[in-house]
């Protein structure tokens, strides 16, 4: 650590969860459950989502693009999380603390879009089902779904050159556990303030847009799924909707936390923990959420172990 720290090294130190070391390991216990959680729930979803025909449907591509996302999120972190909380070297090199941010915003910024795009699809589904092949069609999915990643990298891409031209003065020692804007800003050793409003503008663009979609489809769906006759025919409109609202309440509350509070009212201690939670808490527990009460999946598994255990 002590070289590393010299004028020799060009990169950063995540200074993390060090100042607590009865916690790292507790934490790396704790997080590597979750990370192989995430890893198996995902991959789950996404080869359930490709094998059973029954859901190869506009509402299981976007599920297994959702679930592609967390799996690529939760690995461009936690493994060098892993890595830091179990040994004694923090450091992280500038390319790579250049790539963790670019790659971590991207998925993050895809993922608002993407929400957004999975709630204009059960609005369609519940408001339009006589329309809903028409206007879900693949083409149209592929393109909504394709427009989600491009959206989110090319702000990524703007948001990564900017926080990294902010003179830093030397300053090198990051206190988080991984490369973010809030304490990457933190470095600076000149007024940011530009800077920060910058980026507030465009979380304010990324974040409310897309909220601004799922308010509108949930209303309209609301007032649809009222207008059914059938207690069982509400059941199961809002029981489609309910996993989907779960999920955006998760990452959404999160997400505004950690971007959209003025910087001065940032506390490193809580930044640190609500990081934790919408990188490896939220992709885990999605795909619980989304199969816990879905018959459509918990069928198509238990069709997969069956046949499994019948080809032996």
């Given amino acids: 650590m002590e070289q590393k ?12 969860f060090s100042d607590r070391p009865q916690l790292e390991l507790v934490l790396f216990v704790v997080l590597l459950i979750f990370y192989l959680f995430t890893l198996l729930g995902n991959t789950t979803i996404i080869a359930l989502s490709h094998l059973d025909p029954h859901l190869q449907t ?10 592609f996302l967390d799996l690529c999120y939760t690995t461009s972190t936690v493994p060098q999380l892993l890595v830091h909380l179990g040994g004694e070297d923090k450091s992280i090199s500038f390319g790579g603390c250049v790539a963790q941010l670019f790659i971590s915003l991207g998925l993050g910024c895809t993922e608002c879009i993407l929400l957004g795009v999975m ?3 059960r609005y369609a589904a519940i408001c339009r089902p006589l329309h809903y092949t028409v206007v879900m069609h693949p083409r149209l999915c592929a393109l909504m779904a394709s427009a989600s990643w491009v959206i989110g990298f090319a702000n990524s891409s703007l948001q990564t050159v900017l926080i990294f031209i902010v003179p830093r003065c030397g300053r090198n020692k990051i206190d988080h556990f991984l490369c ?3 304490p990457l800003l933190k470095l600076a050793c000149v007024d940011t ?8 503008f465009v979380s ?3 974040l409310l847009i897309p909220v601004a979609l799922i308010t509108f489809s949930y209303g309209r769906v609301v007032r649809a799924v009222l207008r059914i006759k059938s207690s069982a025919g509400q059941r199961k409109a809002f029981g489609t909707c309910g996993s989907h609202i779960t999920v955006v309440s998760l990452f ?20 640190k923990f609500v990081s934790l939670f919408y990188t490896i808490v939220t992709p885990m527990v999605n795909p619980v959420i989304y199969t816990l009460r879905n018959k459509d999946v918990t069928g198509a598994m238990r069709k997969m172990i069956f046949r499994g255990h019948d080809s032996r």
């Fill in 58 to 67: 506009p509402m299981y591509f976007f599920l297994s693009n959702l679930s």
């Fill in 180 to 182: 973010e804007i809030p």
């Fill in 252 to 271: 959404y509350g999160t997400a505004i936390y950690a971007y959209l509070q003025p910087s001065n009212n940032y506390s490193q201690d809580h930044g």
């Fill in 193 to 200: 303030t530009v800077y920060e409003s910058e980026m507030f």
């Fill in 119 to 121: 709630a204009f699809d």
């Fill in 5 to 16: 720290n010299g004028s020799s090294f060009t990169g950063f130190v995540l200074l993390g």
């Fill in 204 to 206: 304010v663009m990324i």
